[in-house]
């Protein structure tokens, strides 16, 4: 086993300590927690907050400096909020009242619609409003369900959270050992939750439209689903006003038509069905990520 810095022994520390506090307020109070600490972190990460607001700015054209910054404003909230929520991930009560009491259930049949072709479902989602909430939801409803995810650089904060994932019996799948664990899953008619949206960088990726500029995206799902033959379904989850969570699917994806030219085109159409969600309540995605990599 690698030896660990004292950097990320740190880390951990800091991130376990805000953790048992987090843990120990009423919700209502954690949430407000994290909207303060995600309000501060504009002062303390001025780097992210310039490129948040490069990022917004470009793809929102339509919005005035006015409502830029109020967006922006309410996005680090929103960041903050959501790093409280993955803390607590593990605190939703199974058979409880809790999916009724947080959540706002949208249809959702295309996901049952789906698993009934026998090949599993591949449920297509982005950093939009709390997406890790897909853990405790799917596992509530009766859905088998296992996740994809990017392994952190802290090893120990990376453990803790998987941890906090796999609470409802979610299997985490980790994106950098490739598609054989993801399609085991499929075949064992598993849900399984993936992020399109995170840069990728060629080969392996293709430069896709979103939100008006070229930005790199894996073509690695889009050929499973292809190649496989496996339903694609997108679901989605905004935090509203009340920090209830309204959860939605849209109608089942077969992509089709083999070759080069089909790959970049369905990888598009995914990225349009992620593009089309964030637009709902711009102010609840992940702008402070290096999305868009591609020369102008």
């Not at 022994?9 to 991130?15: D, F, S």
């Not at 949430?31 to 470009?58: C, E, H, Q, V």
């Not at 598609?179 to 840069?199: E, M, P, T, W």
Request: proline letters at 6%; a positive charge; hydrophobic letters at 45%.
């Amino acid at each position: 086993m690698a030896r660990i810095s004292l950097k990320y022994r740190v880390e951990y520390v800091v991130l376990v300590t805000l953790a048992v506090l987090v843990r120990a307020l009423p919700r209502r109070a954690a949430i407000g927690l994290g909207r303060t600490l995600g309000r501060w972190s504009k002062a303390f990460l001025p780097g992210r907050y310039r490129l948040a607001k490069d990022n917004m700015s470009r793809a929102l054209p339509e919005l005035s400096a006015a409502q830029i910054e109020e967006n922006l404003r309410k996005n680090f909230e929103h960041i903050g909020i959501s790093g409280v929520e993955m803390l607590r991930l593990d605190m939703f009560k199974p058979g409880s009242r809790d999916l009724e009491k947080f959540f706002s259930l949208g249809d959702l049949s295309p996901v049952p619609e789906a698993l009934k072709l026998n090949r599993g479902v591949i449920i297509l989602t982005g950093h939009l409003g709390f997406w890790e909430v897909g853990q405790f939801l799917f596992p509530e409803l009766g859905i088998p369900f296992d996740v994809v995810a990017k392994p952190l650089k802290n090893p120990l904060t990376d453990r803790y959270f998987n941890r906090l994932r796999k609470t409802y019996g979610v299997e985490v799948l980790e994106s950098r050992k490739g598609a054989r664990r993801i399609i085991k899953s499929l075949q064992q008619q598993h849900a399984v939750g993936i992020l399109l949206d995170q840069h990728i960088s060629p080969p392996g990726s293709v430069a896709v439209d979103f939100f008006g500029r070229k930005a790199y995206t894996t073509t690695a799902i889009t050929s499973l689903a292809m190649k496989y033959q496996v339903p694609v379904v997108p679901v989605f989850c905004l935090r509203q006003p009340d920090d209830r969570y309204r959860v939605w699917a849209e109608p089942m994806l077969l992509l089709d038509n083999p070759g080069d030219d089909a790959v970049a085109a369905n990888t598009q159409l995914l990225t349009d069905q992620i593009e089309a969600a964030i637009r709902k309540d711009v102010s609840q995605w992940f702008w402070m990520h290096k999305r868009w990599r591609v020369k102008d």
